[in-house]
């Protein structure tokens, strides 16, 4: 009877563990939720601005020929300091003056055996506004060069041009972004992201700057922006 009654106890107590842990276990079953994907359209867009360029690089050089190496450099050096003289009278800044090359080179004969004189050489480049182009030009040569390279032209405000081209070339993202949302049966919505590039390139002559001396045409630049423009759709 005992026994039984051990029994009996022993069973309870299992009964009861048996239950303490099922109420401590968590419930299994639960269904995740996916979250929804963001839906995206991506496009490029580009703006331009055309500007007349109104300022000019050119490099003037001053080449001498001379016996020895000390006569080619004095010379040379006697040539292009008036050549500097004459730019700076004509109204280029010092700042605006840089020199950009110095070189002295032997002269040989033609069987390349007997060193029979040198050439000594200065350049200087010179950054003026293109509508005084052609009286730095005749100043620069008039005072002795007889070397001239360029020039390369310009826009003074580049940065502001290139910012109304930036603002041009995100009006036309939206534009496409629209046209493809319309097409698709979408709405479109705020801009996401924004990725910039661009750069500005020099069109052909159309302009013709009046200079007094050499005739310089300015043509025109177009200033460039791109942009890459992510939209939400729904």
């Known amino acids: 009877m005992m026994r039984l009654r051990w029994i009996l106890f022993l069973a309870g107590l299992l009964l009861v563990a048996s239950a303490i842990a099922g109420v401590a276990q968590p419930r299994l079953g639960h269904t995740a939720t996916a979250t929804p994907t963001t839906k995206t359209i991506t496009v490029n867009g ?9 300022r000019a690089t050119f490099e003037f050089s001053i080449e001498t020929h001379a016996k020895t ?11 292009a300091t008036a050549v ?7 109204g280029v800044s010092s700042a605006n003056i840089q020199t950009s090359q110095v070189s002295l ?44 390279s360029g020039p390369s032209l310009d826009v003074s405000d580049q940065s502001s041009l290139y910012r109304d081209a930036l ?29 910039e590039g661009g750069s500005s390139s020099p069109f ?3 302009d013709k700057m009046s200079a007094v001396g050499a005739p310089i045409e300015a043509g025109t630049q177009e200033i460039q922006a791109s942009v890459t423009v992510t939209y939400e759709v729904s």
Not at 46 to 54: E, F, K, L, Q, Y
């Open 46 to 54: 580009n703006g331009s601005i055309t500007a007349v360029p109104d």
């Open 69 to 79: 190496a000390s006569a080619a450099l004095t010379q040379n050096s006697s040539d």
């Open 84 to 90: 500097i003289a004459a730019l700076k009278a004509a």
């Open 105 to 148: 080179q032997p002269q040989s004969s033609q069987d390349g055996t007997t060193i029979i004189g040198y050439v000594a050489a200065n350049s200087v480049t010179v950054k003026t506004p293109l509508a005084g182009a052609g009286t730095i030009i005749d100043a620069a040569v008039g005072a002795g060069a007889n070397g001239v």
């Open 167 to 195: 603002h041009k070339a995100v009006d036309d993202a939206k534009l496409k972004a629209q046209a493809l949302a319309d097409a698709a049966g979408l709405s479109l919505a705020s801009a996401q992201s924004i990725t």
């Open 204 to 206: 052909p002559v159309a």
